[in-house]
């Protein structure tokens, strides 16, 4: 694809798809830009058939994504309007990240602070190194968290842990993360690349419809009771047991060989 910026890069390995944060020099703070950028690449991946996974990571050693890149407020979020330019561009591309019908996993090194923070919780799971630092520091910086960047956090770790999160700005440790359930694994750093891997290969082998339909309905389930649509989940599920996916699995398990799914 073309990107208007080279601090968004997206590249392929088989099935999996990388969305890579590319400001190092800046601990990968995030910038309208890159935003934009970032959420042209989720678009792309979601209209690729041959994408079955997506992994969000930041460049380098030091940070997956540090959060907004404060070096712009003066010139680009000194008022109101451009303020909600920049908010709308940034939670625009993790809606879309939400609603992307296919797994995502955040593979965090080092500093997931503020956006970073909101961009790992927009992804169905969180791998982490042990160097991986969490923190929210609006209460620093005067900034209001609203509805969206909080139901995701409240709903992992619980109302007591988000208020904290919020009232404190600490960072907290990836240890203390795996705890709370913030993050769904920490491995050693040296091992970090190839537990997401390993887990983004053996969910790509898995039938592409079987987890959509999981994904929808946990997302539903997540959701007040008025404003679930059950029947589109029920349609899901039926929409599986008519699949050629189906057949194939059952197939494979009787003719006692891996099965090959392709989505249909």
């Known amino acids: 694809m073309t990107s208007t910026t080279d601090k968004i ?11 890579v944060f590319n400001n190092p020099a800046r601990r990968n703070a995030v910038s309208l830009e890159m935003w934009t950028a970032a959420d042209a690449v989720v678009s792309e991946y979601a209209n690729d058939p041959q994408i079955r996974v997506v992994v969000v990571t930041g460049a380098g050693d030091k940070s ?26 940034s939670a625009g591309m993790r809606t879309r990240l939400l609603a992307l019908g296919k797994p995502t996993i955040a593979m965090i090194r080092g500093y997931c602070i503020g956006g970073g923070m909101s961009l790992a ?18 209460a620093r910086l005067g900034i209001g968290y609203g509805f969206e960047g909080l139901r995701r956090l409240a709903e992992l770790v619980g109302p007591s842990m988000a208020k904290e999160f919020i009232y404190t700005a600490r960072r907290y440790p990836a240890g203390h993360a795996l705890r709370m359930g913030l993050v769904n ?13 390993a887990c983004a290969a053996g969910i790509a082998e898995n039938a592409p419809l079987s987890i959509l339909t999981a994904k929808r309905v946990i997302d539903e389930l997540m959701k007040d009771l008025e404003h679930r649509d059950e029947a589109a989940c029920e349609q899901l599920v039926k929409d599986c047991g008519s699949s050629q996916d189906f057949i ?17």
């Open 9 to 19: 890069l997206a590249r392929r390995e088989g099935s999996i798809g990388y969305l």
């Open 64 to 89: 997956f994504v540090s959060g907004a890149d404060i070096s712009e407020f003066e010139s680009k979020r000194a008022s109101a309007d451009a303020q909600e330019a920049y908010t709308k561009a």
């Open 121 to 138: 919780l927009s992804c169905d799971m969180r791998i982490c190194a042990e160097d991986a630092q969490f923190g929210i520091p609006a």
């Open 185 to 197: 694994q920490v491995v050693p750093v040296s091992e970090l690349e190839s537990t997401v891997q």
């Open 248 to 264: 194939e699995g059952r197939r494979a398990f009787m003719e006692k060989r891996k099965p090959v799914f392709t989505g249909r």
